[in-house]
């Protein structure tokens, strides 16, 4: 099975307020400071250094949390602290032979390991998650409402630990940490009033004496498969909803990232969520492919890459399973020459290079009508003011990418383009930090006169880079969007209320933003991604992710008094 590379939305944090030094960044392709193929002044990104009365120093990194505090946690003697299971209630050692690290991709440290769960103790969550269903599918509702307020408000609580801790494992900025946290806060909300939203139907009186009414059940053990790009999000997208709805729920967090999820964890048993009805497995393939096949998980949820996707779709639904899968995306902005300019340029920075390009709602790709040249001069200029540090640093505004394998993708995938004949106008691939020459760091990359054939468009290249293409009209630019094969969102910047309704009714994308770059729903609504972009029929959260964790009963009853009738094999009509 392929690697897991994953991809998902919040907005960028500010620019930074001060001036730091810039760093020399050269092209690795000349012996030039970066500089515009048009011949602008060098414009060189900078990264921050922290100063003191004495001189330089190291910004300081957040510290893994308290291993002697967490209970997820262990720490043996001669190796880093390990992540436990949790299973039954309990977090408990693994007995696997095999560890991962989870490294700090600013530092390369090491933060702690996660064991790759072995089949006895997969096949003990799963169990621990059935024999809990039961009573749990019993509770009600309004129980299961009250366990979610209090779940949201120790959430709120301890969001800056959440975030110190996301910040160490996956390297963004404490404040688009913070965004991580509360955006899956937001769907913790929206559960606590599962009781509406769970709601069924009744017609009375169908036809003489007799009712009709639909109710919505639990489903039983379900599972969520996470990506690394939001380590709180995307499970508290998942588990919340489901456990709320009377399910069990099995999580298998990022390999690279579990810390969060299992923080997460902590906090819902503390909220009052009983023993069974969260269990935490970790591991790559051979866990995921074992959610695939137990028949006792009746639904699985996954966020990550196609190639992943595509594999969990197919192996699942065979089995009987129902799945939804959001994976890749190409995200598209149309500009029009009539768009209010300072905006629309901020839009186009903030959605990016915010989270280092590492979301599946990244604006990655901007088509202008007339030509991008025009907005060249100061979209590089406000990339370029843009601070690539330590995510810990209070004016970082970009952090580093997960793993140097992720790194190498991108300045790839960069280098390609450039070799078809884009034109590169700020390039960021050779860009050091210091006190951190080991970090993952891409700063912001613009790639100009892009074209559809070329691989770096093709392909989602998750990383801080913009590429820039030309359109002749606004139906030229349509059909760009739609012929490409993804479709999670795209956005259009006008004055036009004519142009946009257009847009709006003509573009192949299931999230579509009108002078709004990350076109993410709030919870209420649900993430509706489409084409290669989503597989199943169901998207996460809002209804059709009460739906998803839900099946409906339908039931028809007649009351009446009983008096001598004849047997009728004639089909049973609503006539008289």
């Not at 309004?142 to 630990?161: C, G, P, S, V």
Request: aromatic share 6%; proline share 6%.
């Amino acid at each position: 099975m392929p690697t897991l590379h994953d991809t998902p939305a919040t907005n960028m944090s500010p620019l930074a307020a001060t001036t730091p030094p810039r760093l020399h960044c050269p092209n690795p392709k000349s012996n030039h400071r970066i500089a515009t193929s048009s011949g602008r002044s060098n414009l060189m990104l900078r990264a921050v250094l922290s100063r003191s009365a004495s001189g330089l120093r190291r910004s300081p990194m957040a510290a893994p949390l308290s291993t002697a505090a967490a209970g997820w946690l262990s720490e043996p003697a001669s190796s880093p602290p390990r992540v436990r299971l949790l299973i039954g209630g309990e977090f408990v050692e693994s007995r696997a032979t095999e560890y991962v690290d989870v490294t700090n991709p600013a530092t390369q440290d090491v933060v702690s390991q996660i064991p790759l769960t072995t089949a006895d103790e997969f096949k003990a969550a799963v169990d621990a998650a059935r024999t809990a269903f039961p009573g749990w599918r019993n509770t009600p509702v309004t129980t299961r409402q009250r366990i979610m307020f209090k779940y949201q408000e120790l959430i709120r609580a301890n969001m800056d630990k959440l975030a110190e801790n996301i910040t160490t494992e996956q390297g963004k900025t404490l404040k688009d940490a913070w965004g991580d946290v509360f955006r899956g806060l937001e769907v913790v909300e929206h559960a606590c009033g599962m009781g509406s939203l769970q709601m069924g139907e009744y017609v009375s009186n169908v036809s003489h004496g007799i009712d009709t009414f639909s109710i919505r059940e639990p489903l039983g053990v379900c599972a969520g498969i996470c990506p690394f790009n939001f380590p709180a999000m995307i499970p508290l997208w998942m588990f919340p909803i489901a456990v709320t709805c009377g399910n069990t729920f099995v999580l298998k967090p990022s390999e690279k990232d579990p810390g969060a999820a299992m923080m997460l964890a902590e906090l819902a048993m503390e909220a009052g969520l009983p023993k069974g009805v969260l269990n935490i497995v970790h591991g790559t393939h051979d866990v995921v492919n074992n959610i695939c096949d137990d028949e006792a998980i009746k639904a699985v949820s996954f966020v990550g890459s196609n190639t992943a996707g595509m594999h969990i779709y197919s192996r699942a639904s065979a089995k009987g399973k129902r799945v939804q899968c959001n994976m890749g995306a190409k995200n598209h902005a149309i500009i029009l020459p009539d768009a209010d300019r300072d905006a629309t340029l901020n839009a186009l920075i903030a959605a990016g290079f915010g989270a280092a390009g590492q979301r599946c709602m990244a604006l990655s790709t901007a088509v202008f009508v007339g030509g991008s040249e025009p907005w060249e001069d100061e979209l590089v200029k406000r990339a370029n003011s843009l601070v690539v540090n330590s995510g810990a640093a209070n004016d970082a505004d970009l952090g580093p990418v997960i793993s140097r394998q992720a790194k190498d993708r991108i300045c790839k995938l960069v280098q390609s383009g450039i070799d078809t004949g884009a034109r590169i106008v700020l390039d960021g691939r050779e860009i050091v930090v210091p006190h951190f020459e080991d970090g993952n760091f891409v700063g912001p990359t613009v790639l100009a006169d892009v074209k559809s054939d070329m691989d770096c468009y093709k392909e989602e290249i998750f990383g801080p880079v913009l590429l820039l293409m030309k359109a002749e009209s606004l139906d030229d630019a349509i059909q760009i969007v739609n012929r490409n094969k993804y479709g999670n969102g795209a956005s259009i910047f006008t004055t036009s209320g004519v142009s946009a309704r257009k847009f709006q009714s003509d573009i192949e994308a299931g999230q579509v933003g009108i002078n709004v770059p990350i076109p993410v729903p709030l919870p209420f609504f649900s993430f509706t991604g489409s084409k290669a972009s989503f597989a199943g029929d169901l998207n996460f959260y809002g209804k059709a992710g009460v739906q998803f964790f839900t099946q409906i009963k339908t039931i028809t009853q007649q009351w009446k008094e009983s008096s001598p009738q004849r047997v009728s094999l004639s089909m049973p009509t609503s006539q008289k």
